[in-house]
């Protein structure tokens, strides 16, 4: 029996840090990072019939919610923990903040472990311009931005990586985060303005994206303010009870789904009926239902974020880290020389 | 606004690895270990009614299961990730791999990531043993042990610093497995009978523990095996389509559960009526059910593994972590320092 004690290197996970998914996404470019990330999400949308799914495990509090949000094909199993917390800021913590796991579904253990926080917010704003380029109307140049969190440079990266945008109408209830949004992407070139309203934010905008933080039914766009031709992308309205656009928009809009089963209890649609009329966005990457008719078509994007997306985000990072330093190995499973001796590893380990 | 690149404490959550799970077993002594856990677990027991309890989310494939086990009380949120391949041991790996996060309600930020392999299998025996104080009949000294696997010296540590046992009657399909767990429990001062077959080992026996692994219905123990007064501590069948006893013997005992909506699902029960009688253990131990009545009485504990076990553990380990070098930082948060900056955190960390 061998006895030697280094672990083997079935014991170690890789693991990607905050740290090196920075110097990750630095490497790359965000807007490199974001466009291979996007090819990842649309293969997964295009095979969208081939994954396990499941709702969201959600445990929610008087201050949040802790979710757990598992996927699978055949092959590969993923996981990401993701909390929500509209509290937080105001104590100096983040809103949200996720870690995930991909696992072998064939043996069950995990091959890759990895924050997934700057990876949530470049996968959010991937999907949403991965939409963008099948709704958004065709020579798009301009997009509203309102909310300018956490979240607002990552979509105007993606927008402009994916769909051509190069000018932004920057609005958040606090002028602070504008102008937080507006430092950083003045140095990414480009056009900007800040706009004191919302309804400021969309004049000649192509594109409009919502992307506040509140957990509360909101009306961060009011019916007046959308006009004909205009593609939604309705970023914040993610959980029961907290939705950001009026009614009677919806019931103008032609709306694009990830998953009707989640959407209609998480997204802009809890407002309307069950059955009220949605596309699911995988059909439309298949080419089995119509993205964009025409150029006067309203176009609303209900994003909720499915597992299916942080799933496509573990494959892609899992491909850029493997057999680099990225990535490094962690202690986290227990591999003995005899499967069935684990005690006997115990003892062992005492040296 | 502070441009400081090292992260900030809250970025790091402290991490268990293999090597300090068993560092922190070793100091502590395995029956030590095992001791205080098991107070953790009857505490958590205890207050059973004040966790939010989900059955645990599985996605099964035809190799075997990933599971996800998540519970929460006011202040802590817990899950463990757990697979369970039986072909995995003829391939050279685990049948079980585990980990598991504990985090805060109040702000959803992870306060302990740590290694569960080892841990569940001292939960699981903990659990058995803390149930065998209820249960078994009093005096006990014998345990027969079928199933010589990973869990069997765990269980047997387990029972004697919970239950006074201190002679063993092993018996497995396999010998070598018979003689891998006579050679580590020999050196523990336990005094050991091989048997060959499960009806020679629990002769004399006042406990029955069965710990196999075929995901099938089996019977490794029938009718005539079991007599009055015993306690069996059935650990092996724990999911759908997996059962160690005759249900003959169900049919002559009081039964014990952990969580009877899961138990019933993929315990040993799943053989009986949907209705059958079953005892909750918490009520117990609250002294609001009974638990041995008399020494005619057949017992059995018809263990699943319920995810508070898993939350006590991750209540202990953290309890007896913090502050030491058992943890160590793991750098799995972003956290900048305006919260809504995270674009700007990535940017600055160019350098």
């Given at each position: 029996m061998k006895t030697d004690l280094t672990p083997s290197h079935l014991a170690f996970v890789p693991f990607v840090s905050v740290h090196n998914m920075m110097r990750l996404v630095n490497t790359m470019g965000a807007e490199g990072f974001i466009t291979e990330l996007a090819a990842y999400i649309e293969e997964d949308f295009k095979r969208w019939p081939e994954f396990d799914k499941t709702p969201r495990v959600a445990s929610h509090s008087h201050e949040g919610v802790i979710e757990l949000m598992p996927t699978a094909d055949a092959e590969l199993y993923g996981f990401k923990y993701v909390n929500g917390h509209p509290k937080n800021m105001k104590e100096g913590f983040q809103t949200v903040t996720a870690f995930g796991v991909l696992s072998s579904v064939s043996n069950g253990y995990p091959v890759l472990l990895t924050e997934m926080t700057i990876l949530t917010a470049l996968r959010t704003a991937a999907t949403s311009a991965l939409v963008g380029r099948y709704l958004a109307p065709e020579g798009s140049k301009v997009m509203a931005m309102i909310g300018n969190g956490a979240q607002c440079e990552f979509q105007a990266l993606a927008f402009r990586a994916l769909?051509?945008?190069n000018t932004l109408r920057l609005y958040d209830i606090d002028p602070a985060a504008t102008a937080k949004a507006k430092r950083n992407l003045e140095g990414q070139g480009f056009d900007i303005t800040t706009c004191t309203s919302g309804q400021e934010a969309v004049e000649g905008a192509q594109i409009v994206t919502t992307c506040t933080a509140d957990k509360q039914y909101a009306t961060?766009?009011?019916?007046?303010m959308i006009g004909r031709g205009q593609h939604i992308n309705a970023i914040g309205g993610d959980c029961p009870g907290k939705t950001e656009l009026h009614k009677d928009i919806l019931l103008r809009s032609d709306i694009f789904v990830e998953y009707p089963e989640q959407t209609r209890i998480e997204g802009e649609i809890q407002q309307l009926a069950d059955d009220h009329p949605v596309t699911e966005l995988w059909k439309v990457m298949r080419g089995e239902a119509q993205g964009r008719r025409d150029a006067a078509q309203i176009t609303l994007f209900d994003s909720v974020g499915f597992a299916i997306e942080d799933f496509s985000a573990l494959r892609f990072v899992r491909d850029k880290v493997?057999?680099?330093?990225f990535a490094e190995p962690l202690d986290m499973l227990a591999d003995p020389d005899d499967p069935r001796d684990l005690f006997g590893m115990v003892q062992r380990a005492k040296g």
């Open positions: 769909c051509g945008i961060i766009l009011s019916d007046n493997d057999g680099t330093d």
